[in-house]
């Protein structure tokens, strides 16, 4: 057995201390650089991947019954947009709000909630995981998202589908954008819904419109939608991320 | 007597060049995991058992700040880094073992220094006692891992490792539709969540007793020993003619 000596220790000690407080600085100063944020993102690649390897395309979330619904669905982020034009649409129960589908379709579209509401509807009980760590339960109603892409027809080349929203996030006034490939837009699960838990979507959580993107976190499952459009790329999306979370450093896949 | 004519100190090769690297980047690795896993922990700071966290249960557990920056990386609130630093190193995490468990296996690391054998068996109460009175074994006893460090280590790669990965990948919507409703093993996703971090501090907790166990039987021996390999035995009386 080796005795240190205590003063031996005690510079052993420091020496850590001080290694540990350099190492945590660099790892700050680091994250804040350009280059880090990228290598890291390996990780989002990788798990992408690997969640395509080990669950099919058309996998399915797991559904609840009803004793599992939360009492109360949490809203977070915007509850109410502050945007003029969009509350004068609420005013009216958005009997005059329309959706409008454009880009790389061959039938643009504007839709009515009524419109929407008369076409053939799902129901599921799923859980919404958000980012932050917690998970609510809610019975969600609305129109396969791969219904209306179905009366859109998206032409070739058609990657993405865009959503732009009402809620203003900033500022400046920028609007709420998210985005999903096509394996997300066609599932079974992916619904545009207008009614949560057996009543018209509430506004705290997204009325008229939100979609439900249910094997991705909540930043995925953008609310308040007033217009669809389908890209090929992604790149004059915003900042070109594909979100607005996204261009706030937040990973366009959001599958843990 | 025999022994006095032996040199008093010997040297030999302890750990093989491909467990001091492993070991090394998992060092690394559990650091970064913990303290981002903290950040992300502080973007909700409360834990819930059960498949939501709005169930009309409040949370068991529930910090009104979470955890101190210092504790965090990057220090001070910042979810999407956290997020990259955490699911960057998972990577890392799962590489590493991997390449752990099959240089283990292959090398026989793991059938030969890890494997309790029957006289391990025989003499844990011994053990649990000498590592209680904070005894450690001495000349060619130090030499080899003792029944309790292998069932810890055994326990850690092969039990709370796995654990705390598996609690990891319940959180993730997409892995939860691999067979959908298998978190519920658990009680649902936030048990996973909240298990995932008692998993994470059962870690610290096996790191610091390792590191304590490492102070008080050696510490520049031992670091020694997992840097370049070698580690110093000094011979004693007790060892008798060998």
Known sequence: MVHSKPSRRRFLTRLLSAAAAALLAGCDAASRSAWLPKILGVGERASRAAQHLVSSRRSMAQEFSVADISPQFRSNGTANPNDRQYQALAVNHFADWKLALDGLIEHPLVLSLQELRAMASRTQITRHDCVEGWSAIGQWRGVPLSAVLQLAVPRPGARYVVFHCADPMDEDGTKYYESIDFDDALHPQTI???ELNGAPLPIA?????RVRVERQLGYKMAKYIMRIEVVASLAHIGDGNGGYWEDQGYEWYAGI | MASDRA??????FRHSLAVRILHWINV??????????LQIFNAHPALNWGKSSYSGASPFFELAHGFPSWMTLPGGQWLAM???WHLFFAWILIMNGLLYVAYSVASR????DLAPTRSDWRSIGLSIRDHLLLRHPHGAAARRYNVLQKLTYLLVVFGLLPFVMLM??????RLDTVIPGWVDIVGGRQSARTLHFIAAWALVAFVLVHVFEVAISGVVNNLRSMITGRYVIEKEHADGPQ
């Open chain 1, 192 to 194: 545009l819904a207008y």
């Open chain 1, 205 to 209: 959580n997204g009325a008229p419109l």
């Open chain 2, 7 to 12: 040199p008093a100190k010997y040297a030999y």
């Open chain 2, 28 to 37: 690394v690795a559990l650091v970064v995991l913990f303290m981002s896993g």
């Open chain 2, 82 to 84: 956290g997020r990259r």
């Open chain 2, 109 to 112: 690391h793991l059938s030969k």
């Open chain 2, 168 to 173: 990891g990948w319940a959180l993730s919507p």
